[in-house]
């Protein structure tokens, strides 16, 4: 075997990208095969499909190590672990559609040299299943655990990597593993349905963070505490850990939403019910609705009013809008009458057709200039940035909802806005319990 391993990545969207570029990055010779043949033409041209910082740089770096392909046929031969990378989005009944995972594993034919490398997300249990009916095939789960935005970094610097393999793949996962070492990060060597459960109960985890510090602002809110405050407070003691303590208006995006249903409903197939992920989704779906009585609370009814939206992919450095709350925001805008305008400095073009009767603006005060209000949905940098002494001049009427806590709120107000955080009451509300000293 040479030294340093060739792979074979399955699917070039997003995770299959970066797994790519990062193993040529680390000297690999990276065979890459995608069904789209206009995908697979522009990656060879090096147009990149994605935004993704760092990735378009390390694909052209390491362009002589990349091979882009259509033809199942070219990795097989060039490469005996195969990253399977293609997407598992959710059926409507909240399952994953492992559709494109069967397909690859019937592409893959019979060999005992190949081995399928698991780092699309999976139930439990699918491991398993693919190796009962492919018992030559070598079976390794390897979840990723890349954000959207920092996924290079992450790829590069991670927290843990998990390897689960059975008895009988063992020497295949000694593979999977060296392939990591050079990053210097913990290796959790496990069995398949564990790898396979740490990546869903890892993502459902962070989400319940998520949806209980929303919980806190919004208790936050009527008792007049601050949740920027509470969450510092907490976040130092190492047990709890400052981490996705950050209130606002919900968490979005491709992996979240999918991976919390799609635990839930793997607990319940076996007939258990998992209450907490009930509850985790219930307060998320809630808590985007909540920005739309903020502004109600200061306009009234909105019909006829025009509201602006700050941001619409699901957070920043990402032009992904998969789930994300500027959609909920949009659609139930629109039906309570308002006339809604957006701009997003990376995701406009992709939003326009989700984002039903809204008006995709070229810049931010576009979207302003007029408003009866405006919701920062995506805490894109270059918002906090803004002229915002023009901005008041511009709208109708200065009212923000932060649905981030990312502005300056002591700046708007000294300016003249009406400003609205997320679980930032300025004064206790009346009947707040006295302070125990
Ligand atoms: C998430 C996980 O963080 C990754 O570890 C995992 O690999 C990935 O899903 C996946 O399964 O592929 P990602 O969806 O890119 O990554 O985004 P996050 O940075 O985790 O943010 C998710 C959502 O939570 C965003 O809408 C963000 O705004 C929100 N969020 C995050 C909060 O509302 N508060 C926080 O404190 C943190």
């Not at 390491?62 to 882009?68: D, G």
């Not at 208790?219 to 405050?229: I, M, R, Y």
């Not at 968490?251 to 979240?256: D, I, N, P, R």
């Amino acid at each position: 075997m040479p030294e340093r391993e060739p792979i074979g990545v399955i699917g070039a969207g997003w995770v299959g990208l970066v797994t790519a570029a990062c193993f040529a990055e680390l000297g690999h010779d990276v065979h890459v095969r995608d069904i789209v043949q206009e995908k697979v033409e522009s990656l060879a041209r090096g147009e990149v499909p994605i935004y993704e910082p760092g990735l378009s740089d390390l694909i052209l770096q390491n362009r002589e190590r990349l091979h882009f392909t259509t033809d199942m046929g070219d990795v097989l031969q060039s490469a005996q672990l195969l990253f399977c990378c293609v997407d598992t989005p959710p059926l409507y009944s909240g399952d994953a559609d492992l559709s494109r995972v069967e397909r690859v594993v019937e592409e893959l034919g019979d060999s005992r040299e190949h081995a399928i490398v698991m780092k699309s997300t999976v139930p439990v249990g699918t491991g398993r299943s693919i190796r009962r009916r492919r018992d030559d095939l070598g079976y390794v789960s390897n979840p990723e655990f890349l954000k959207e935005g920092t996924a290079v970094e992450d790829f590069m610097h991670p927290d843990r990597v998990v390897v689960g393999a059975g008895p009988e793949s063992q020497d295949f996962g000694d593979r999977v593993a060296a392939l990591y070492e050079p990053l210097g990060g913990p290796i959790v060597r496990t069995d398949v349905e564990s790898a396979e459960m740490i990546k869903l109960a890892s993502n459902a985890f962070l989400a319940t963070k998520i949806s209980f510090i929303n919980e806190i602002a919004n208790v936050s809110e009527e008792l007049g505490a601050d949740v920027n405050e509470v969450a510092r407070g907490m976040g130092l003691d190492n047990r709890i850990g400052p981490q996705f303590l950050r209130a606002g208006i919900g968490y979005g995006g491709s992996c979240f939403p999918k991976d919390v249903s799609a635990l839930k409903q793997l607990a319940g197939n076996t007939g258990y019910h998992f209450q907490l992920l009930t509850a985790v989704i219930e307060v998320n779906e809630l808590q985007k609705r909540r920005t739309i009585q903020k502004l109600q609370k200061h306009l009234g009814s909105l019909v006829g009013k025009d509201i602006a939206l700050l941001g619409i992919s699901f957070k920043p450095q990402t032009d992904d809008i998969r789930e994300a709350t500027s959609l909920v925001l949009s659609a139930r805008l629109q039906s309570e009458g308002a006339h809604v305008r957006a701009f997003d400095p990376v995701a406009g073009a992709r939003a326009a057709d989700l984002l039903g009767g809204a008006d995709i603006k070229d810049s931010a005060l576009d979207a302003l200039d007029g408003a009866h209000g405006a919701v920062l949905v995506t805490e894109w940098p270059e918002f906090r940035e803004l002229d915002w002494g023009e901005v008041k001049d511009r709208m109708a009427q200065p009212l923000i909802v932060d649905g981030r806590n990312f502005l300056d709120s002591e700046l708007l107000e000294r300016q003249g806005f009406t400003y609205e955080g997320v679980g930032r009451a300025h004064a206790p509300a009346l009947g707040a319990p006295t302070p125990v000293r």
